[in-house]
T-cell receptor, first 114, second 113 residues
Framework: KAGVTQTPRYLIKTRGQQVTLSCSPI?????VSWYQQTPGQGLQFLFE???????NKGNFPGRFSGRQFSNSRSEMNVSTLELGDSALYLC?????????????FGPGTRLLVL | KQEVTQIPAALSVPEGENLVLNCSFT??????LQWFRQDPGKGLTSLLL?????REQTSGRLNASLDKSSGRSTLYIAASQPGDSATYLC????????????FGGGTRLMVKP
């Protein structure tokens, strides 16, 4: 069974631009969560989607948004990029987001904002 | 608000040594605790998941324990190898946090041949 895939793997943008990252969960998984990882703040939760609905949201500004499609694939968008948005963006999938489930992470998208 | 702390932040050991990584959390109302491994610039690999009702889980040379009442977990690595060099992260899933994981800062492990 294929793992969680993320595209693109690397991205370079300039301040003020916007970016869209994509995540394909493990087949059959319906819950997709997004995390931001930076050296200073570590891993921080962005949001979770289940059945095309945002179910939970972390403490990030409205410039960070996401969506989920009917095939469970998810995208996250960051508008008006800032230097501080440079990070590794990870997505994780699980079957339904139930309390006893293991979450499986993708390889991440490394975003550099110049 | 749940806070997760990992000690030590970095560890360097000779090959073959047994070692213990520590993780503590402030809110004991958790569903489970998960240990991950992260290689430089890569994603997270799940190592062990301990449900709140369990005391420990084992996989190969790895053993993770959970003491929910004291807010602590340990990851024991037996007979360490250079290939174990990586950052180890623990994460908890709280009762009132949906599917959100709260991560510790990680322990960066180097095993020297």
């Amino acid at each position: 069974k294929a793992g969680v895939t993320q595209t693109p793997r690397y991205l370079i943008k300039t301040r003020g631009q916007q970016v869209t990252l994509s995540c394909s969960p493990i087949s059959g998984h319906r819950s997709v969560s997004w995390y931001q990882q930076t050296p200073g703040q570590g891993l921080q939760f962005l949001f979770e989607y289940f059945s095309e609905t945002q179910r939970n949201k972390g403490n990030f500004p409205g410039r960070f948004s996401g969506r989920q499609f009917s095939n469970s694939r998810s995208e996250m968008n960051v508008s008006t990029l800032e230097l501080g948005d440079s990070a590794l963006y990870l997505c994780a999938s699980s079957l339904s987001g139930g309390g006893v489930e293991t979450q499986y992470f993708g390889p991440g998208t490394r975003l550099l904002v110049l | 608000k749940q806070e997760v702390t990992q000690i030590p932040a970095a560890l360097s050991v000779p090959e073959g040594e047994n070692l213990v990584l520590n993780c503590s959390f402030t809110d004991s109302a958790i569903y489970n605790l998960q240990w991950f491994r992260q290689d430089p610039g890569k994603g997270l690999t799940s190592l062990l998941l301990i449900q709140s009702s369990q005391r420990e889980q084992t996989s190969g040379r790895l053993n993770a324990s959970l003491d929910k009442s004291s807010g602590r977990s340990t990851l024991y690595i037996a007979a360490s190898q250079p290939g174990d060099s990586a950052t180890y992260l623990c994460a908890v899933r709280g009762h009132n946090a949906g599917n959100m994981l709260t991560f510790g800062g990680g322990t960066r492990l180097m095993v020297k041949p």
